[in-house]
């Protein structure tokens, strides 16, 4: 257990729809990072949060945005959905105050099924 | 433009021989180098990495090895144990800025037959 919470698990929605996932971070850790995973790709890099604000941009789409509360939660919120938009969405978070080694702690990802 | 690439997308070893899994880079400004092991429904965990000042770390059964010159890592993993069957991403780390943004490969599947 990484204690990284992601939810929903699984969401299956339709075309022109949008949804929103969630994650909560280790305790401790300011950072989180979404990644999404689409079939036979690695994980591509979207966007990054740190302690409620944004520190670095990806390869994320204007349909897409993203938020991190004073909670330090994060959600992802994805409008406008496509085929291609389905694939796992990974959350994951880093303790940037401690070791410097670039080691993140992922979550056990959303698997966004558009149809 | 892949920065990282893992060219083998999938391999099948023998339990208990050497399972080496390889990964290159083109980004001279990656300081850091990381392996992550995926299990099916699960999320990636860290594993091993190495500096970029070093050439070689070690970590019980798993070591990687750094080529700078080549911008070349590998990760060998010796005795290879069935449970050692997972996909495994070669991650890296870009030293420009204070976040920790990895950029991964598309990774490797690594199976080890009994």
């Known amino acids: 257990d990484s204690g990284v919470t992601q939810t929903p698990k699984h969401l299956i929605t339709a075309t022109g729809q949008r949804v929103t996932l969630r994650c909560s971070p280790r305790s401790g850790d300011l950072s989180v990072y979404w990644y999404q995973q689409s079939l036979d790709q690695g994980l591509q890099f979207l966007i990054q949060?740190?302690?409620?604000?944004?520190?670095a941009k990806g390869n994320i789409l204007e349909r897409f945005s993203a938020q991190q509360f004073p909670d330090l939660h994060s959600e992802l919120n994805l409008s406008s959905l496509e085929l291609g938009d389905s694939a796992l969405y990974f959350c994951a978070s880093s303790a940037l105050a401690g070791a410097n080694t670039g080691e993140l702690f992922f979550g056990e990802g959303s698997r966004l099924t558009v149809l | 433009d892949q920065q990282v690439k893992q060219n083998s997308p999938s391999l099948s070893v023998q339990e208990g021989r050497i399972s080496i899994l390889n990964c290159d880079y083109t980004n001279s400004m990656f300081d850091y180098f990381l392996w992550y092991k995926k299990y099916p429904a699960e999320g990636p965990t860290f594993l091993i990495s190495?500096?970029?000042?070093?050439d070689k770390n070690e970590d019980g059964r798993f070591t990687v090895f750094l080529n700078k010159s080549a911008k070349h890592l590998s990760l060998h993993i010796v005795p290879s144990q069935p449970g050692d069957s997972a996909v495994y991403f070669c991650a890296a780390r870009d030293s420009g800025g204070s976040n920790y943004k990895l950029t991964f490969g598309k990774g490797t599947l690594l199976t080890v037959n009994p």
């Open positions: 190495i500096s970029s000042i070093k």
């Open positions: 949060y740190y302690n409620g604000e944004e520190r």
